[in-house]
């Protein structure tokens, strides 16, 4: 069998399953993307609470709803080379706002979403954006942690 053939078909699969795991997310979904760095596939999707809060109750979703403006963002991680979802690493997301003092960090919880691992957390903006998350990816078997830059906006500022 032709393995680059087969690690795209595989790849393209956990695009899919991707969009399914963001489910009912995914059409409020205010940015979404895929990065890709050091050997790990980041995608990303960052959605409205009042999308988020259909779903699930805000005030038992990782500690409840911070101050601002609330958002999701949830991530899920690949292995770029085999394309297997990767379930133990450490995730923390740093949010910077133009004109505003950066929050500290927060780990993104692991959580499973059409039970298929991924990472979450709720983040509180003081404006409408853009946005600009530092994420860092430390996986159990590599000394340093991935570094990852997500730029969001909201094309949507009316879905809360």
């Known amino acids: 069998m032709n393995t680059i053939l087969d690690h795209a078909t595989r790849l393209a699969a956990w695009r899919l399953v991707l969009l399914g795991l963001l489910g009912p997310l995914a059409w409020g979904a205010q940015a979404q993307a895929r990065l890709e760095r050091d050997g790990v596939v980041l995608y990303w999707g960052l959605v409205p609470a009042a999308v988020v809060s259909q779903q699930h109750a805000l005030a038992d979703l990782h ?83 991935i570094d990852f830059t997500i730029e969001a906006r909201v094309p949507h500022a009316d879905m809360r």
């Open 63 to 145: 500690g409840g709803p911070p101050a601002g403006k609330v958002h999701h963002l949830v991530v899920a991680l690949f292995d770029a080379k085999t394309g297997q979802r990767i379930e133990n690493a450490v995730v923390q997301a740093q949010l910077s706002e133009t004109g505003v003092v950066d929050a500290a960090p927060k780990y993104l919880l692991p959580m499973k979403i059409n039970e298929q691992a991924s990472y979450g957390q709720l983040f509180g903006m003081a404006k409408d954006g853009p946005y600009l998350f530092r994420v860092k990816v430390k996986l159990p078997d590599q000394p340093a942690a």
